[in-house]
């Protein structure tokens, strides 16, 4: 194999990273032990940033992606006052987000990967030593356990789709509640607007939850949201448990870890890919910026793309590890801190400004 750059893992992440090397002149091999197109099979819905478009933009793929614009963000606490707004225009973009499903990004990159003659190799395991200059692993769980953080949340999602009474107008809802968050996401699907909903739940209740007949379903969790939207109809339900694991340093010996390979988080504030996504342009960027250097495994190389990723990493994990911690609770004081947080964002612009632009951009749009 004569590509100096293996990619461990056929999915949205290295398949993203496969077309963003290339787009640089650096070419790469992807290799999965699962058949070519497994990934679009993948039933979970994604909110992208409006960062994420632009990146998806450049490696050319975003308009094969069916995708529902986001325009606004709804914010709110159960069992308290206090909820914030915010809105595309006043960020002067066209979306904050936008709600897609993984199996269409996959097939959106795999076609590109294709149109470029980039190498691909499917049913095939890593091999266990490196074949390449640098080795990327960009899918599969943390396993080293020296190497890794990890913290349970004690907590399940339960997705489904789910149709309203009134349209969603682009509008995505968060809301917290003790036993955990609860997001509906707007979807505009063949038979009119849907939301796709992410409903948390203690993970020794979440297969009881999930079994519930629809209208039991639908009682606990309009009564879990609230009245703000009348949910009419539930679709099949699916579990998915929940917890951080983060790879301390996403770098080593001619090795980097990306996506979920470094880090898999909680899916509150959905910044999971949209991380995954940065990590991978940087990479690319330094891989490609390296002065013409023709070693990317290069330890001093390495290093800069590690340095250049810290406070994103950091911040992006501990602002979803701090949400979940924060919001997942009844306790009186957090109550009402929680409540005087939400007003003091939807009354101070600038601070409603930084938090939309921190999620659409990452550290860069501070």
């Not at 097939?107 to 074949?131: C, R, S």
Request: hydrophobic share 45%; aromatic share 6%.
């Amino acid at each position: 194999m004569s590509e100096p750059v293996f990619i461990v893992g056929g999915g949205p992440a290295g398949m993203a990273l496969a077309l963003a090397l290339h787009r640089g002149g650096v070419a790469s091999r992807i290799v999965d032990a699962r058949p070519r197109g497994a990934a679009q099979s993948d039933a979970r819905i994604l909110a992208l940033s409006h960062g994420s478009r632009l990146s998806l933009e450049m490696l050319g793929v975003w308009q094969d992606i069916p995708h529902q614009p986001i325009t606004t963000i709804h914010v709110s606490h159960q069992g308290g006052l206090g909820r914030t707004l915010m809105r595309a225009a006043e960020e002067n973009v066209p979306a904050l987000g936008y709600v897609l499903a993984a199996g269409d990004l996959a097939a959106a990159l795999d076609q590109a990967v294709t149109a470029a003659g980039i190498a691909y190799q499917d049913n095939t395991p890593a091999p266990e030593q490196a074949v390449a200059l640098l080795t990327v692993h960009a899918e599969g769980r943390i396993e080293d356990s020296e190497n890794i953080r990890t913290h349970d949340y004690g907590q399940h999602a339960v997705i489904c789709m789910a149709s309203a009474a009134t349209p969603h107008r682009g509008t995505a809802w968060e809301r917290f509640t003790p036993a955990g968050p609860v997001a509906l996401l707007p979807l505009s699907c063949q038979g009119g607007d849907e939301y796709a909903i992410v409903l948390t739940c203690p993970a020794a209740a979440s297969e009881e939850i999930a079994a519930l007949d629809d209208s039991r379903f639908r009682a606990l969790l309009q009564e879990r949201f609230g009245p703000r939207v009348k949910l009419m109809g539930v679709g099949p339900r699916r579990v998915y448990p929940l917890g951080l694991r983060v790879r301390r340093q996403p770098v080593g010996d001619r090795a980097v870890w990306i996506g979920n390979a470094a880090q898999t988080l909680h899916p509150v504030a959905g910044q999971g890919f949209n991380l995954a996504l940065r990590d991978i342009m940087e990479l690319a960027d330094t891989l490609t910026d390296a002065n013409g250097a023709i070693d990317p495994g290069d330890p001093a190389l390495l290093a800069r793309y590690a340095a250049r990723r810290r406070l994103d990493r950091a911040g992006t994990i501990g602002f979803t590890d701090g949400l979940v911690r924060l919001f997942s609770n009844a306790i009186p004081p957090l109550l009402h801190v929680r409540g005087a947080g939400l007003l003091a964002l939807d009354l101070f612009p600038p601070a409603r400004s930084f938090l939309a632009r921190r999620m659409m951009f990452g550290a860069r749009g501070w």
